[in-house]
């Protein structure tokens, strides 16, 4: 019997009427394996993964091979969007013992839990030398049978290894200017020069990275640094991995020019990726970073939005191919025909050199992504140019969409809340700080229980799934929350941080400074997971660490910024090492050495003028306050008022005080000293 039919997980949810008998991961199914002295085949994906797709077609939805799961093993299904510790902690098994990993992930376990085979996908006959996935399935089920005792040691020893692996930072020491510079030396040994970026294909946006450089360069005045992030964000967009008619960022590109993207689209990456421009607009006025900033930021209302005023994980990389299948790419990609169909004779050949599409293509089938030509070279005029774009997507909105995955995950709202907060207080938008306020509550109301301190990972249609929330939801919901905070003024966000923070605290941090991605009272896996490093999003250490140093930078209260500082000793021991897979601690790290700078506006509403220079001052440490003097609840506006019946700005430093100032530019010169 199939168990995932009522799951709140999308992807568990295509897999509900799957021949085999899955079940969700849960107690009872080990306890099943035990009962019928089986393994257990563990398979971990998510909605948006294009190969998870595949294997599903070819080996899940075939009746033959399901026969054989359900006879010899006990099948569970994860989406390792709604379980990142499970994920973690057997993924880690995975990549130590085949040196790669990715996903659709397999992993062959005993009934407690224990891994001894493992894998990614696999065919369904034997291929590229790859054996097929029934090969697999029967070999597995032979050694289970006939070689026991050998792989219940094998699997003994893998979990002693893995539940021995932890993070010790000895006396953790905070990063210092020596480790900023290190980091930027080993960014500039990666940095691909011709085409930006770091390293070759396939090539991943670093927002993370990118984030850092600007820090740098703005603690710094490092033009290195700014020259880098630059060259990333123009290449980016005018790249096929940024969608040039909707706005937006594909996962990654499968070239290292940016060229064809791998076409899911996803939460996190946007969110990040529409803050790094907002961030690059305020730190050069670049006309194309406000555009991408903005272009982003609808594409995630627009897209994106939930009726409940939450955001969805992820868009598919697949879509109706329009001749009764599916294929990736098929929603976004472009032939010369089509451009002309839309736009007619004239307008069809000059869309076709603007955006590189030729009749051999640059994708699949002769068709092309969009892309845009270097800024030397326009080729339309504005209004004809926003005539074509606008066109083009009207008409690509009649094609069959791709598929949502409509699961909403704490920590990625998190990340929107201060995109979508940041890039509408800066650019005049209220719809997109309305937007943003709406997900804060989502999260403040659906996804938080124990009067605010604890966390559940998703919610789906406003119902809060069943899994705790882990590390990485604690950080970036306390980041958006003081974003908004920062953005409207409105001292619930701080609070809400605050208490989510004071669990971070509690619950999650070792004896030493170190974070575990799990609650001390979570689920006990085979290990309790704990990883530093920035992948596709900032990982839960860092996150949780950088929220603290902006809290304590608001109340005043030291042991928020000591925690923070505990926990970024590990930046200073990987800062040379690791830079590229370290970029929000790296950030962190720059705030560190930036600030304390704390900013109280008094007097002003919300978007004034000295509130609006506060925000746009780029200083990394920089915490911002706005309300009314002597406003109860915010320790930076206590006992600070008028200035000569005036709104006046407070700024101290090092916690050092300067003089009230009551010019705004006067106060963007305070803050850039």
């Known amino acids: 019997m199939n168990r995932l039919a009522g799951v709140t997980s999308p992807y568990l949810l295509q897999h509900a009427d799957n021949p085999v008998d899955w079940w969700p991961w849960s107690t009872e199914a080990f306890e099943e394996a035990r009962r019928r002295e089986v393994p257990v085949l563990l398979s971990v994906g998510y909605a948006s993964c294009h190969w998870c797709h595949v294997m599903a077609r070819e080996s899940f939805e075939d009746e033959a091979t399901a026969r054989l799961m359900n006879e010899g093993f006990v099948s569970v299904k994860v989406d390792r969007e709604e379980r990142p510790d499970v994920d973690a902690v057997y993924m880690e098994a995975v990549q130590a013992a085949t040196g790669q990993g990715g996903w659709p992930m397999t992993v062959f376990l ?144 499968v070239d290292a020019q940016w060229v064809v993207p791998h076409f899911e689209k996803m939460l996190y990456d946007n969110a990040l990726l529409c803050r790094v421009y907002a961030h690059l607009w305020r730190a050069t006025g670049s006309e194309q970073a406000r555009d991408v900033a903005l272009r982003t930021a609808d594409f995630l209302v627009r897209e994106l939005g939930t009726a409940e005023g939450g955001f969805a994980s992820a868009l598919d990389a697949d879509s109706d191919d329009g001749h009764g299948g599916h294929a990736e790419g098929a929603y976004y990609v472009w032939t010369p025909a089509q451009l002309t169909a839309v736009l007619g004779e004239a307008d069809g050949e000059l869309a076709a050199e603007c ?43 009649q094609r ?158 030291h042991r928020y910024r000591e925690a923070a500082e505990r926990a970024l000793g590990v930046v200073r021991e990987l800062a040379a090492r690791a830079p590229r897979f370290l970029g929000w601690g790296l950030a962190a790290g720059e705030a560190l050495l930036d600030g304390p700078r704390e900013v109280a506006v008094v007097g002003e509403e919300p978007g004034g003028a000295l509130h609006r220079a506060a925000l746009l001052s780029g200083a990394p440490g920089a915490v911002v306050a706005v309300g009314a003097p002597g406003a109860s609840g915010v320790p930076l506006l206590r006992d600070r008022g008028l200035v000569d019946g005036n709104p006046a700005a407070y700024v101290c430093r090092g916690f050092v005080c300067a003089a009230p100032v009551t010019d705004p530019e006067a106060l963007g010169a305070a803050l850039r000293d």
């Open 400 to 557: 069959p969409r791709p598929a949502r995955d409509d699961k909403v995950v704490t920590a990625w709202n998190g990340l929107a809340v201060a995109a979508l907060a940041e890039t509408g207080a800066w650019f005049g938008r209220p719809d997109l700080v309305e937007a943003a306020a709406r997900a804060a509550a989502l999260l403040a109301e659906v996804h938080t229980s124990d009067e605010g301190r604890r966390l559940v990972r998703t919610s789906r249609d406003g119902v809060p799934g069943s899994s705790a929330g882990v590390l990485e939801d604690y950080g970036d919901a306390a980041e958006g929350y003081l974003t908004l905070y920062a953005v409207t003024g409105e001292a619930e966000w701080l609070t809400r941080a605050g208490a989510l923070l004071d669990t971070v605290l509690e619950r999650f941090a070792g004896a030493d400074g170190a974070l575990f991605d799990t609650a001390d009272d979570a689920e006990q896996l085979i290990r309790r997971p704990q990883d530093p490093t920035d992948n596709a999003v900032p990982s839960g250490w860092n996150a949780a660490a950088a929220a603290l140093l902006t809290y304590g930078a608001y109340t005043g209260e």
């Open 355 to 397: 955006f590189h599409v030729t009749e051999e293509g640059t994708f699949e089938g002769g068709a092309s992504v969009l892309q845009l030509p270097d800024r030397e070279t326009p080729l339309l005029d504005a209004d004809r140019f926003a005539s074509v774009r606008r066109r083009l997507f009207e008409a690509r909105a």
């Open 110 to 253: 005993t009934p407690d839990a224990e891994p001894f085979y493992f894998g990614t996908y696999f065919p369904p006959e034997p291929r590229h030398g790859m054996p097929s996935f029934r090969q697999i399935l029967e070999g597995v089920r032979t050694a289970w049978q006939d070689r026991h005792d050998e792989v219940a040691d094998v699997a003994s020893r893998i979990s002693a290894d893995l539940a021995g692996r932890s993070i010790r930072l000895g006396a953790p020491r905070p990063p210092g200017a020596e480790e900023m510079g290190a980091a930027l030396l080993g960014l500039t040994k990666d940095f691909d020069a011709r085409w930006g970026g770091f390293g070759g294909a396939p090539k991943f946006p670093p927002p993370m990275v990118l984030e850092f450089l600007l820090r740098h360069h703005a603690r710094t005045g490092s033009e290195g640094a700014l020259q880098m992030a630059s060259a990333t964000c123009e290449a980016m967009a005018r790249g096929g991995i940024h969608d040039q008619l909707g706005g937006g960022f594909a996962r990654y590109s």
